[in-house]
T-cell receptor
């Protein structure tokens, strides 16, 4: 079955540590996205990529980094520069427009 | 940026109709979407409407679009406990900028 796989589902981090969230899709989609979800707020776009080896900052890119070395993969690194990283992170993909297909999310908690 | 707004909570009794409202500001949106999020999971597309339509019906779901007032609504007929979730309104401002509302948490009481 085609879909988007995010891992890990739950992640705990000590302050000052970098962590990387994995996102893999087998939908053959060109575009991939990372969103952050906080309670009572809509999804906020962190980074997006329309094509391999290219990505763009979203609304809240500070403290995050991404790479897009393969079409199927779009990992997100939450760096120590992100001051409030505790959140639910959602990866999504589409053909470049239209319906977004989402993964199941990764919940990051900073201890 | 452009905003999408929706109320945060809605509570209904099982069997009643639910109406979730949304307002948006960008008049150039081509499609407007409703996504559903179950607890601890990602979002799934529930339905969408093309911007030149006024209404779209899909089984228990009815989407109404008032483009003049930039108002979108989702009506769920005969609401069931399995409909309890967070519902997000979204519009595609451009291909890489889908704007989401804060989400309406629907609680269905038996």
């Amino acid at each position: 079955d085609g879909g988007i796989t995010q891992s890990p589902k739950y992640l705990f981090r000590k302050e000052g540590q970098n962590v990387t969230l994995s996102c893999e899709q087998n939908l053959n989609h060109d575009a991939m996205y990372w969103y952050r979800q906080d309670p009572g707020q809509g999804l906020r776009l962190i980074y997006y990529s329309q094509i391999v080896n290219d990505f763009q900052k979203g609304d809240i890119a500070e403290g995050y980094s991404v790479s897009r070395e393969k079409k199927e993969s779009f990992p997100l690194t939450v760096t120590s520069a992100q001051k409030n990283p505790t959140a639910f992170y959602l990866c999504a993909s589409n053909r470049g427009s239209g319906e977004l297909f989402f993964g199941e999310g990764s919940r990051l908690t900073v201890l | 940026g452009e905003d999408v707004e929706q109320s945060l909570f809605l509570s209904v009794r099982e069997g009643d109709s639910s109406v979730i409202n949304c307002t948006y500001t960008d008049s150039s949106s081509t499609y407007l979407y409703w996504y559903k999020q179950e607890p601890g999971a990602g979002l799934q597309l529930l339905t969408y409407i093309f911007s030149n339509m006024d209404m779209k019906q899909d089984q228990r779901l009815t989407v109404l679009l008032n483009k003049k007032d930039k108002h979108l609504s989702l009506r769920i007929a005969d609401t069931q406990t399995g409909d309890s979730a967070i519902y997000f309104c979204a519009d595609d401002v451009n291909n890489n900028d889908m704007r989401f509302g804060a989400g309406t948490r629907l609680t269905v009481k038996p």
